[in-house]
């Protein structure tokens, strides 16, 4: 069912995953829209990427952790924010699902370990699906809401569940678990003519540190399989909101009928469109009416008028030339809600202006 406005995203919803391209508000309004639902009663943590160093400190994000924290505001309902740390991340998943204290050291200890989890392209969108995840499953919370990064590549983290679980599925990784299955030594291992090749080409000590780690991993990937399954089940289900934030700029839209595109791909469509800081409007007319306007106070001698009419023809100008750049995306997105948040006239860094911008961003009903 469509909804309303975004009172009811944040009143209904178990996760709001806001994204778009960069600098186009997606931290500014994840946090308006925890604050709003906090305010509303909710139970809200905010997963939030690399915010601005005066609403990190707004949000007492100041130390980095990889636990939420309070936010210290008065609301019926409680905030909770925090800064993803993909390898931390990476290391709880790995403690949890070790058989024992010996198999999670073999992992954590292992340099290929270290490498991937901290290097390999996809870990860190997988990692981000896992923490969700988590808190999702955190009796704490009731919603989470999701800050994502300005890259294309934030959307990755839809589909890097379905990826682990290819890749231990894949024969490359079945053959290098191998040899521990048939109590193989990995020296033994290391000597097989292919492998030796590889030896030579990545260096001997990195394919001993590559095959140690996969037999280390052996007998936890089922545990991998069943939580990664879990995670993308969640990611592609009703609990699961997508909201695209963007802005009047040509390139803007660009990337969010790009987002939109990609959602509705992998089968999470968008639920609510973003368009914030826009060129406030004022009054009806149109631009042309303002030069009307101008030239007529120019006739009667009023010059100040005039002056003021043409500013405001200008202000119009713009406004219109926004609504034509914004239209293919209000065309790519026809059964979502679309709210629009004027530009405001100073930088939104505390929380009494998320608060202020939350107000209007939940009360707004849909336009288009
Ligand atoms: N409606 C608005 N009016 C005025 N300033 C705004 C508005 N929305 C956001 N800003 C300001 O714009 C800047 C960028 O916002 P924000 O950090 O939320 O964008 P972002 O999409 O998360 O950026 P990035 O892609 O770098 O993560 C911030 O300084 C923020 O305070
Ligand atoms: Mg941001």
Redesign the pocket.
Known sequence: MSKKNFRDVISTSRIVVCC??????????AAALAMQAAEIGRRVVLIT????KRLADALGLSDLSNEPSRVQHECSGELWAMMLDARATFDEVIRQQSRNKQQEQAILTNPFYSNIASRLSGSQEYMAAEKLYELFNDDRFDLVIV?T??TREALDFLEAPQKLMNFLDHRVYRWLVMPARGGLRVLNFAAQPILKTIGRVIGADVLADAINFFQAFEGIEEGFRQRALAVQTLLKSQDSKYVV?ASAHHDTVQEAIFFTDELARVGTPVTGLII??LQPKFGKGSASASITAARKADKEGDTELAALHRNMAHLRHIMQAEEATLKPLLDAVRSALVVK????A????DLHAIAD?GRDLVAATATR
Do not use: E, F, Y
């Open positions: 778009g391209s960069g600098g186009v508000g997606k931290t500014t309004t990427i690399d915010p601005a800050d990064p300005p934030v914030n800081r948040l004027d530009q405001r100073q930088d939104i860094h911008l």
